[in-house]
């Protein structure tokens, strides 16, 4: 009885690893997303739309990371309401800042998520490394990682639309995601910026999972 308990923890810590890799990874890329780095390669590379309303590359550039360090700061909402344009203007409206603190709560909840995940994960290894199986399970998750990269590229790619508007359904309540093209958010961040950000995010994940699956593959079984 006692190796059969043995065994069972065994293979619940294993499946813990593999289930975990996939949200980890993802949750690593989007805060490459959520960086200065990203906003300004995407601002300045060729191709990406222009703002109709004013905006050129400069304001873009001033405005945008302190939409970004709202979601990563520990501020509350007047950290956005408080911003003007140089007319006095409040810089988001009222619409744009309830969004915005529910992207905040997702966002908080997601990163407390991905902390807790990450501890748990963490000891389950060294319980599969001792045991010699931290190998196996590693491989599954980057198999398991893969598998849901592709099928999500493959949903964006192929209907982005329905993939953007059924994210946004699942997560925020009612229409409370809708802007007009006017509105400083859509200015900042067009749907242009959401497709290269899934497609940067899809991609680096698969990458990350394909060389995990290489390496553990090819590494002894007894390595690990």
């Known amino acids: ?27 690593v890329n989007i805060r490459l997303v959520m960086s ?78 991905a902390v807790i995940a990450g501890i748990i994960a963490a000891v389950a290894s060294y319980i599969l490394w001792k045991r010699g199986r931290l190998r196996l399970a590693l491989f599954r998750g980057s198999m398991f990682t893969l598998g849901i990269i592709v099928a999500i590229v493959l949903a964006a790619v192929l209907n982005w639309d329905f993939f953007f508007t059924g994210f946004h359904m699942l997560f925020f309540e009612n229409d409370t995601w809708y802007f007009a093209y006017s509105d400083t958010l859509i200015r900042l961040f067009p749907e242009q910026f959401w497709f290269d950000a899934a497609l940067f995010i899809g991609g680096l994940t698969t990458l990350q999972a394909a060389l995990v699956m290489i390496i553990t593959w090819f590494w002894r079984r007894n390595a690990f």
Do not use: C
Request: overall charge negative.
């Open 1 to 27: 009885m006692p190796a059969v308990g043995s065994q069972l923890w065994l293979r619940a810590a294993a499946t813990l690893v593999s289930a975990a890799l996939p949200f980890l990874l993802v949750m």
């Open 36 to 113: 200065p780095a990203f906003l300004y390669a995407e601002y300045t590379r060729p191709g990406f739309p222009e703002d109709f309303y004013g905006f050129t590359r400069e304001d873009r550039l001033r405005y945008a990371p302190f939409a970004v360090d709202y979601l990563l700061n520990g501020e509350d909402i007047s950290f956005l309401a408080n911003l003007t344009f140089p007319d006095g203007e409040p810089l988001f409206n009222e619409r744009e800042l309830r969004h915005m603190r529910d992207v905040k709560t997702l966002t908080q909840i997601a990163y407390s998520a």
